[in-house]
Each structure stands twice: as C-alpha cells, then as structure tokens.
C-alpha cells in the first residue's frame, strides 16, 4: 500500500503560482497512474491532471497551458506546477494514485493523499 502526502499549497493573488508536491511512501508510486483532483465548497471532487510513466499527461481544459503535471521516480514523487491562477483554482487539491481504469475519473483511483488547500484572491 502507498501512503501520498500533499504540501505546497497556500494563499496567493490571481495570476500567482504554486508548486504542489505529492511524496509517495510504503511503496513506489511508479506502477501507478497518478492525478490530481480538487473539490471546491459544495462541488464535486473533479479531475484536474494526471501522468502515466509512460509519460502522457492529460488536462482538464480549464488548466490547459497554466498548469504542468511532472514525476520524479527517483523522488518517489509527483508534482502540480500552478501558473497564471485565478480565483476559480481555489479549492482542496488532491493526489492520487489508480492502477487501472479511466484516468480522469476519480472512481478509478485506489490511494488518495489528506488533501491541502490552495486559496487564490482577486
């Protein structure tokens, strides 16, 4: 079993950045698909990005060219560079781990992190 912890999130004003990082341990994360998911007061958690070792990644449109999903296999870790934010990003993000199924939907990740709270102001 993997055990994920999130950290990097924070406060920042609209078109700031942050650096999320999720470190795996108990096991290697490498034969895990990993994602990021966030869930907003009230929302549903959604998709935000995720990467396969073979080194696809994949984006929700409304972080297309503003945010970068990155792995460090040797770190044991997966990371969210957060660009150009806007008060709409703010919400709890999640990492998480799935083996198999469909990338971009939550139902098919097996270990997910406590979560952190990113916060973007206007």
């Known amino acids: 079993q993997v055990q994920l912890v999130e950290s990097g999130g924070g406060s920042v004003q609209a078109g700031g950045s942050l650096r999320l990082s999720c470190a795996g341990s108990?096991?290697?994360?490498?034969?895990?698909?990993m994602g990021w998911f966030r869930q907003s007061p009230g929302k549903e958690r959604e998709f935000v990005a995720a990467i396969g070792w073979d080194s696809n990644t994949y984006y929700t449109d409304s972080v297309k060219g503003r945010f970068t999903i990155s792995g460090d296999i040797a770190k044991n870790t997966v990371y969210l560079q957060m660009n150009s934010l806007k008060p709409e990003d703010t919400a709890v993000y999640y990492c998480?781990?799935?083996?198999?199924?469909?990338?971009?939907?939550?139902?098919?990740?097996?270990?997910w992190g406590q979560g952190i709270q990113v916060t973007v102001s206007s």
């Open positions: 998480a781990g799935s083996f198999d199924g469909q990338i971009v939907n939550k139902d098919s990740y097996d270990y």
């Open positions: 108990g096991r290697t994360i490498m034969p895990y698909r």
